[in-house]
T-cell receptor
Framework: AQTVTQSQPEMSVQEAETVTLSCTYD???????LFWYKQPPSRQMILVIR????KQQNATENRFSVNFQKAAKSFSLKISDSQLGDAAMYFC?????????????WGAGTKLIIKP | KAGVTQTPRYLIKTRGQQVTLSCSPI?????VSWYQQTPGQGLQFLFE???????NKGNFPGRFSGRQFSNSRSEMNVSTLELGDSALYLC???????????FGSGTQLSVL
């Protein structure tokens, strides 16, 4: 069975600095998709970044980038130039996509605190 | 383009009652999924609908059910509510081939 593990329940970073959130997963599949979602106090789950497993190139979205290590089954999120608005719960998630009818398997989440 | 809309935002019910939650997906999205989020269990998949058919179901009792209408709007129903059903219920929609799920703001259900 697929599992997703986030080992950091909470992280804190000074505003404008860089922080890395960790995620590992377990799967026997070769084609899958990985995501980082952000959940601010408003509770809406917001897609931050997406990575296709068949792509070797790490995904990047503005200040957000990932370090995808397929062999190690690791998928970390780096946030550069942290801003107060980045404070939220961050969830790592996995799916087989259409093959699993888009069912997401979630990590437990990491609470990110931004210090002004 | 309007996002995923969930109604109501908050609900308070008592044990034994039933509840219906609604989700309107993004226009053009035909797949709708439901998730339960609790502090203890985290995020758990409930079910997924596509073209009015349930294609996938998570490990929840039969008290949890859902349906999808021809306009892709979806409802989920929980009967005989228990205290443990208190949770944030999130709905997500996706367009086939994109593997990107977009979520609504959720319905916070409190069972007293």
């Amino acid at each position: 069975a697929q599992t997703v593990t986030q080992s950091q329940p909470e992280m804190s970073v000074q505003e404008a600095e860089t922080v890395t959130l960790s995620c590992t997963y377990d799967t026997s599949e070769s084609d899958y998709y990985l995501f980082w979602y952000k959940q601010p106090p408003s509770r809406q789950m917001i897609l931050v970044i997406r990575q296709e497993a068949y792509k070797q190139q790490n995904a990047t979205e503005n200040r957000f980038s990932v370090n995808f290590q397929k062999a190690a089954k690791s998928f970390s999120l780096k946030i550069s130039d942290s801003q107060l608005g980045d404070a939220a719960m961050y969830f790592c998630a996995y799916t087989l996509g259409a093959d699993s009818n888009y069912q997401l398997i979630w990590g437990a989440g990491t609470k990110l605190i931004i210090k002004p | 383009k309007a996002g995923v809309t969930q109604t109501p935002r908050y609900l308070i019910k008592t044990r034994g009652q039933q509840v219906t939650l609604s989700c309107s997906p993004i226009s053009g999205h035909r797949s709708v999924s439901w998730y339960q989020q609790t502090p203890g269990q985290g995020l758990q998949f409930l079910f997924e609908y596509f073209s009015e058919t349930q294609r996938n179901k998570g490990n929840f009792p039969g008290r949890f059910s859902g349906r999808q209408f021809s306009n892709s709007r979806s409802e989920m129903n929980v009967s005989t509510l228990e205290l443990g059903d208190s949770a944030l219920y999130l709905c997500a929609s996706t367009r086939t081939g994109t593997e990107k799920l977009f979520f609504g703001s959720g319905t916070q259900l409190s069972v007293l």
